[in-house]
């Protein structure tokens, strides 16, 4: 059993700044891509940025200049650094990483995590 945890969501006045974590844990064999995601209510969930093996990044036009994502291979986490944060960024935000559980298996799985709220006040 494989699982995603995030973890540093809070509350925070626009123009502020949050760092988000998500770590991995369980059985991992190799992880490929890995991404944040976000949902506020009533809209649907989108993808804000993301990180492949090699370390290539792509990120939601509204918040590139922004948000960064990155990466540690050996820890297994994935960190998205939020900046010059504005009320429209408020949402749940999930981390989701293809994941496989066997060395020498092609078979990944896209696990998601449970979700960090981010509130933005105005």
């Known amino acids: 059993q494989v699982q995603l945890v995030e973890s540093g969501g809070g509350l925070v006045q626009a123009g502020g700044s949050l760092r988000l974590t998500c770590a991995a844990s369980?059985?991992?064999?190799?992880?490929?891509?890995m991404r944040w995601y976000r949902q506020a209510p009533g809209n649907q969930r989108e993808l804000v940025a993301a990180i492949d093996s090699g370390g290539s990044t792509n990120y939601d036009d509204s918040v590139k200049g922004r948000f960064t994502i990155a990466r540690d291979n050996a820890k297994n986490t994935v960190a998205l650094r939020m900046d010059s944060l504005k009320p429209e960024d408020t949402a749940v935000y999930y981390c989701?990483?293809?994941?496989?559980?066997?060395?020498?298996?092609?078979?990944?799985?896209?696990?998601w995590g449970q979700g960090t709220q981010v509130t933005v006040s105005s």
């Open positions: 369980g059985n991992i064999a190799s992880i490929k891509a």
């Open positions: 989701n990483a293809d994941i496989s559980e066997y060395s020498g298996s092609s078979v990944y799985r896209r696990i």
